[in-house]
């Protein structure tokens, strides 16, 4: 079901806000990451006073923070929309040419600033639901950045219908759009007092009704090999190189299961990102994820043990591990509110969508969230494809996601 009376300005918003260079930096020390992240904030916040909402403010941390004010005598408890502003430093988000393809009919859709980069429906089996509709990529050398461009715009279409439809009744809402997800630090300077939400939902996710409760758990795990130098000339019986020990550790990492390339579902993976290091020193850098924490301890204990036996062959070097938590399973809070996913539900029922619930290989802004007093499960946004010059959004699925954030703020006004 369309939201009556209305002309969705979703698609315009999204048009808009790509073309704005907003890639967030791991290497950088600051908060936000980048300073262009702001330059979309301040578009965002004018846009928004624009429409009436007086309290949007941008904040010295590249957040957003603006209310939609309630109009109803009910108790409603406080609602927030929440999407990231970043683009992913994987690839390039400078000088986006985003491109609408009309009327999607199955064809290969060929980026013509590079004819190299083809979107094909046999890699992309998504598209087969896309017939008719129309198709939004970028030119082929960049990212398109609907990752999460097409959440924050999807969030400022539907608080548009809310303050041009003031007979349509809704408790108090609160919108948060924030820097540096891309690089796991989207929540570190948010303020949950200022914000003041009851309960909140990231507008972040991939396929048309998917709806995700639940999601990886995620730990940092980094060995440091301390390997014995010589002079190459004189070193036989004495050089054990950390660099040497660091690649017999990785041939060594099972490669029919517990990797990124060998898993799928609720399989969890142990997945090296990062090698540095010498003959005295070297590092290997990991991200571990699964389901549970009991089973992040067991990838961590392989880790160890592969280390060990390794080291077996060095009596001289020794490793240290370190494992520091990352997120948290979203799913031992968002249980606790059972409210919050059935009206996530019905809302995504009542835009006329099947409901998708799956688990997500992976973290939003919401996994901290929860774990910080804001339950955040996460809604579909329609992006596919993420952080790849292949990346694509529908027009007609970001209409249905801005239907469902409409829906989903009635139902709890309508259910207190």
């Not at 429409?51 to 941390?61: N, P, Q, R, V």
């Amino acid at each position: 079901m369309s939201l009556a009376n209305y002309t969705p300005t979703v698609s315009e918003r999204f048009l808009r806000y790509v073309t704005i260079d907003t890639q967030s930096d791991a290497a950088s020390p600051t908060q936000p990451s980048t300073e262009k992240q702001k330059d979309l904030g301040r578009v965002l916040v004018e846009e928004l006073r624009a429409m009436g909402i007086a309290d949007a403010e941008l904040d010295e941390f590249g957040y957003v923070y603006a209310t939609i004010p309630a109009n109803t005598d009910k108790n409603v408890p406080v609602i927030c929309f929440c999407s990231h502003m970043d683009t992913s430093p994987d690839c390039s988000g400078k000088d986006v040419k985003p491109i609408v393809h009309r009327d999607y009919r199955g064809q290969d859709l060929v980026l013509p600033d590079d004819a190299q980069q083809i979107i094909r429906q046999a890699d992309h089996p998504d598209l087969a639901a896309q017939y008719g509709n129309d198709i939004i990529t970028a030119s082929g050398t960049t990212l398109l950045g609907a990752d999460n461009k097409a959440g924050v715009a999807e969030i400022m279409d539907a608080a548009h219908y809310f303050m041009t439809h003031p007979e349509v009744k809704r408790g108090k809402i609160r919108i948060l759009f924030t820097p540096d997800e891309e690089i796991g630090r989207g929540v570190d300077k948010v303020d949950l007092q200022r914000l003041g939400a009851d309960f909140g939902y990231t507008i972040d996710g991939e396929t048309l009704g998917s709806f995700e409760d639940e999601t990886f758990s995620a730990d940092a795990l980094t060995i440091t090999i301390h390997g014995v130098s010589a002079h190459p000339g004189f070193a036989k019986g004495k050089m054990e190189s950390a660099l040497k020990i660091a690649g017999e550790v990785l041939a060594r990492l099972p490669k029919d299961r517990l990797s990124p390339e060998s898993t799928e579902r609720r399989e969890g993976f142990v997945h090296p990102y990062q090698v540095q290091g010498g003959v005295e020193q070297s590092t290997l850098k990991f991200i571990v994820r699964d389901f549970t924490d009991e089973k992040l301890a067991q990838h961590a204990a392989e880790l160890r043990q592969i280390v060990d036996e390794v080291l077996n062959a060095y009596p001289h070097s020794r490793a240290d591990i370190e494992v520091v938590e990352q997120y948290r399973n979203m799913k031992k809070i968002v249980a606790q509110h059972p409210q919050i996913s059935t009206n996530a539900i019905e809302a995504i029922e009542r835009a006329g969508v099947a409901p998708k619930p799956s688990a997500i290989r992976g973290g939003t802004d919401g996994s901290r969230l929860s774990f910080m007093g804001l339950p955040c499960p996460n809604l579909f946004a329609g992006e596919h494809a993420f952080h790849s010059k292949h990346e694509w959004v529908s027009v007609q699925d970001m209409e249905k996601a801005v239907a469902t954030i409409v829906h989903l703020a009635r139902i709890w006004e309508e259910k207190a």
